[in-house]
């Protein structure tokens, strides 16, 4: 099971590859389709917040829950200098969620808590917390890849499936 949730962490099987899916020039990054909501950058931004929160969760010292949505999304569009920056923070910490992933089962099994008692319903195991943020990594890339279809940019350079 770790290994098909590794796989589908980096893109095998149905989904498409997520660095390659990523790996577009800064302007292309920054830029916004018509009649969609935000840039290639702002998506990166906000898996990676997430990735970010949940590693620290599993690690036990887990930061506060955004009290709005909008909290997890980057405020404004960065300069493009920053956007190598940000694809390698989405690439190191996509390492780190494999690396828990490919974890014992034992260890997939433990508990990983809330981080307050408003937010209990959200304790389960390291198994559920990383298939959680593969799916909503899922979803954002599936937006990506829309958004570079939109943009021209695709299929990345890297190849992937085209129909």
Known sequence: MSRVLVELLYGKHAHSDSLACVDVPADVAGRRA????????????????????????????????????????????????????????????LGRLAGLAAAPPEELARVVEAEDRSEAQHASSLEAVLWQTLVHNSYHLGQVVLLRRALGAWPPAAGSDTW
């Open 34 to 93: 018509e009649g969609l909501s935000h840039s290639i950058r702002q998506l990166v931004w906000h898996m990676s917040y997430w990735m970010e929160y949940e590693l620290l969760r599993i690690a036990g010292t887990p930061a506060r829950y955004p009290e709005h949505a909008a909290l997890s999304w980057p405020s404004a569009e960065a300069d493009p200098e920053s956007w190598l920056g940000e694809k390698a923070r989405f690439e190191e910490l």
